[in-house]
T-cell receptor, first 115, second 117 residues
Framework: AQSVTQPDIHITVSEGASLELRCNYS??????LFWYVQSPGQGLQLLLKYFSGDTLVQGIKGFEAEFKRSQSSFNLRKPSVHWSDAAEYFC?????????????FGAGTRLFVKA | DAGVTQSPTHLIKTRGQQVTLRCSPKSGHDTVSWYQQALGQGPQFIFQ???????QRGNFPDRFSGHQFPNYSSELNVNALLLGDSALYLC????????????????FGEGSRLTVL
């Protein structure tokens, strides 16, 4: 069965420090991979996605993620965190067929940013 | 360009009642997915509608049903409400071309927060 694991429930990072959020997935084949962010009182917003090709993908707000097939991982990184990055981050996997496209989300990692 | 809109934003029901939540997709989108997000958890996939049919379904009981209208808007219905149905219900829209190909990107509304007492 498909699953997404985000091992860290919450992470605290100092402003200006680097960030890495972990994500591991279980899937029969290489799925589409996504990172979404949810700020308080707002809907989820796509940060970046990976379908194929270059395993390092760039997203919005200075985020990037690297797909590692051998580790079934898709970790999110940012070189320098800003206070406005404090939010909940969700890793997701998806796959389509003629019957539709189903996206499964992890439990999320809450990011706290300290001054 | 209007994004995904959901109504109502908040509602309170009692156990055993029924609820209907509504969603209008982003302009140009033809597919609507519904998710349940309990407090402190990730969104759980309920089902997806395309061409007015349920195309994919998650692990939710038959108490959860839906509908998609010709204008692509959608409703989520939950019957016989339980305390455990209290959650944020998220609607997400996307596009599915012929053959089910999709960019995979979901556009989310802000959700409907349901409290069951």
């Amino acid at each position: 069965a498909q699953s997404v694991t985000q091992p860290d429930i919450h992470i605290t990072v100092s402003e200006g420090a680097s960030l890495e959020l972990r994500c591991n997935y279980s899937y029969g084949a290489t799925p589409y991979l996504f990172w979404y962010v949810q700020s308080p009182g707002q809907g989820l917003q796509l940060l970046l996605k990976y379908f194929s090709g270059d395993t390092l993908v760039q997203g919005i707000k200075g985020f990037e993620a690297e797909f590692k097939r051998s580790q079934s991982s898709f970790n999110l990184r940012k070189p320098s965190v800003h206070w406005s990055d404090a939010a909940e981050y969700f890793c997701a996997v998806g796959r389509g067929n003629t019957g539709g496209f189903k996206t499964i989300f992890g439990a999320g990692t809450r990011l706290f940013v300290k001054a | 360009d209007a994004g995904v809109t959901q109504s109502p934003t908040h509602l309170i029901k009692t156990r055993g009642q029924q609820v209907t939540l509504r969603c209008s997709p982003k302009s140009g989108h033809d597919t609507v997915s519904w998710y349940q997000q309990a407090l402190g958890q990730g969104p759980q996939f309920i089902f997806q509608y395309y061409e007015e049919e349920e195309r994919q379904r998650g692990n939710f009981p038959d108490r959860f049903s839906g509908h998609q209208f010709p204008n692509y808007s959608s409703e989520l219905n939950v019957n016989a409400l339980l305390l455990g149905d209290s959650a944020l219900y998220l609607c997400a829209s996307s596009t599915l071309s012929g053959g089910g190909r999709s960019s995979g990107e979901l556009f989310f509304g802000e959700g409907s927060r349901l409290t069951v007492l």
